[in-house]
């Protein structure tokens, strides 16, 4: 006899199959709302009109009634509902914050079927439509906490057929229902803008609603509360950035494949090493992310870390990448360094990816003709690496409007140009963490000093 299919099991094989997100209780709360209200005003909203079905636990997720009209639904909800336990009243719609457990307005227009002590009662999504699929799931232990995100084909298919034997075990009427259902989408296409933008939509939408929203946790001291917001966030975008690398990786693993295996078409192979380009640098950007937030999350003590480094050596080992993806963009580099420099002290792989990091902040919006010019200089006791910017148009001004604006202690987002970054302070912070003091006035580029090695 087969073991009984529950609602954790299938949270516990999605959690196998992907990598590890553990955060806090009120973290995953934050998490999921955001995640949920992205989902249903973003994306399921231009894809629900040809119908389809949504199954959630233990509470309902789903709530606005023209999804409700046009999706078949299901919720595997605790006995008592719509009256809640305290415990799960956190993963509430906080459709505003009046909500009240009491006074939950739940529609008939989907079936409640029982929750069993041994489904769990951690949050669980899947919308399933011809256009737009997606799986959302919070499980683990108390403030270890793990997010899932399925899109893919594969993971779709696998929890259909769990969900359709959990139907069978619960309620055979269901189970039918369940199975006409999904037999009506007639095709699977994959929602390659979802898959692309869910993270770093989700990433804005939590650095800008923390401030004010209401997520039912309960801060003792006021005074640390701005402090513990700006762990909440951190800790967010070190999972966050994460779970953007690792598809990316994957893309970037699947494209090496491809060239190598495989004869094609020049105008193909082309496009694939562009998009294995731009993985590259979605990689690198968020990596800089992960380490700001893992340094104001205190989770790194890099000072402890530092050691003797050639920068020269790095900065021409780096230099004919950079030349190449500013190249694309018609912008040069110039590299000026000196020979037999010092060393300095650093940590070499943070830097590298610091050091891309000011490369790309500092030519972010440039015109097609621009110049950055990369020097490293003696300065005393210290060695001195300055980023001068010569623009297409000397007239052009480094003014507000480009620059964007800060989301959180770690993120900037520029709406003209789609470009979210690591913020002006993280990166002086970041590069204070690893041995560099820098000076930046307006219009005169960036310079970073960096103390030299005593073994020289």
Same mark, same amino acid.
Request: a neutral charge.
């Given at each position: ?250 893309? *970037? ?6 060239? *190598? ?7 193909? *192979? ?170 930046? *006035? ?15």
């Amino acid at each position: 006899m087969k073991n009984n299919i529950t609602i954790k099991s299938i949270q516990d094989l999605l959690v196998t199959d992907s990598p590890s997100m553990v955060v806090d209780d009120n973290t995953s709360r934050r998490i999921w709302w955001c995640a949920l209200e992205l989902i249903q005003k973003e994306f399921l909203s231009d894809y629900y009109q040809k119908g389809g079905l949504w199954v959630a636990s233990p509470l309902p997720v789903i709530y606005e009634n023209k999804y409700l009209n046009k999706l078949n639904g299901w919720l595997f909800a605790p006995e008592g509902f719509p009256y809640f336990n305290h415990d799960y009243a956190g993963y509430l719609p906080q459709i505003n914050s009046k909500v009240k457990e009491e006074s939950f307005d739940y529609s008939p227009n989907y079936k409640i079927l029982n929750l069993n002590p041994s489904d769990g009662y951690e949050p669980f999504l899947m919308v399933i439509t011809s256009d737009f699929q997606c799986i959302l799931s919070i499980s683990g232990e108390k403030n270890k906490k793990i997010i899932v995100m399925r899109s893919d084909h594969e993971s779709i298919q696998k929890v259909i057929k769990l969900m359709d034997r959990k139907f069978v075990q619960e309620n055979n009427n269901e189970a039918q229902r369940f199975r006409e259902s999904i037999q009506q989408i007639k095709e699977f296409k994959l929602n390659k803008e979802f898959l692309d933008n869910f993270w770093p939509l989700l990433s804005i939408r939590l650095a800008t609603k923390i401030p004010d929203l209401n997520f039912q946790t309960t801060v003792t001291d006021h005074n640390n509360h701005s402090n513990n917001l700006q762990i909440t966030e951190a800790k967010l975008l070190e999972a966050i950035s994460h779970e953007v690398r690792t598809p990316l990786a994957t893309i *970037r693993t699947l494209i090496s494949s491809t060239l *190598r295996n495989y004869e094609m078409d020049g105008t193909i *192979r082309n496009r694939l090493i562009q998009i294995d380009n731009e993985c590259t640098e979605q990689i690198d950007r968020f990596g800089l992310i992960f380490n700001a937030s893992e340094l104001l999350n205190n989770e790194t003590s890099t000072s402890q870390q530092l050691a003797s480094i050639d920068l020269g050596e790095i900065l021409n080992k780096l230099s004919p990448y950079w030349i190449s993806q500013l190249k694309r963009r018609g912008i040069s580099l110039n590299i000026d360094i000196p020979n037999e420099l010092p060393e300095i002290l650093s940590n070499s792989e943070k830097l590298e990816l610091m050091l891309g990091g000011l490369i790309d902040k500092n030519t972010r919006g440039l015109r097609e003709g621009s110049t950055l010019i990369l020097e490293l200089r003696p300065a005393g006791q210290k060695i001195k690496m300055q980023l001068i910017v010569h623009k297409k148009d000397e007239n052009e001004s480094l003014n507000k409007q480009n620059s964007g604006s800060d989301i959180g202690p770690v993120l900037n987002w520029n709406p003209q140009t789609g470009s979210l970054q690591i913020s002006q302070s993280a990166m002086h912070k970041l590069l204070a963490s690893l041995g560099g003091h820098v000076t930046q *006035r307006k219009n005169t580029g960036l310079t970073v000093f960096f103390p030299i090695s005593e073994k020289n």
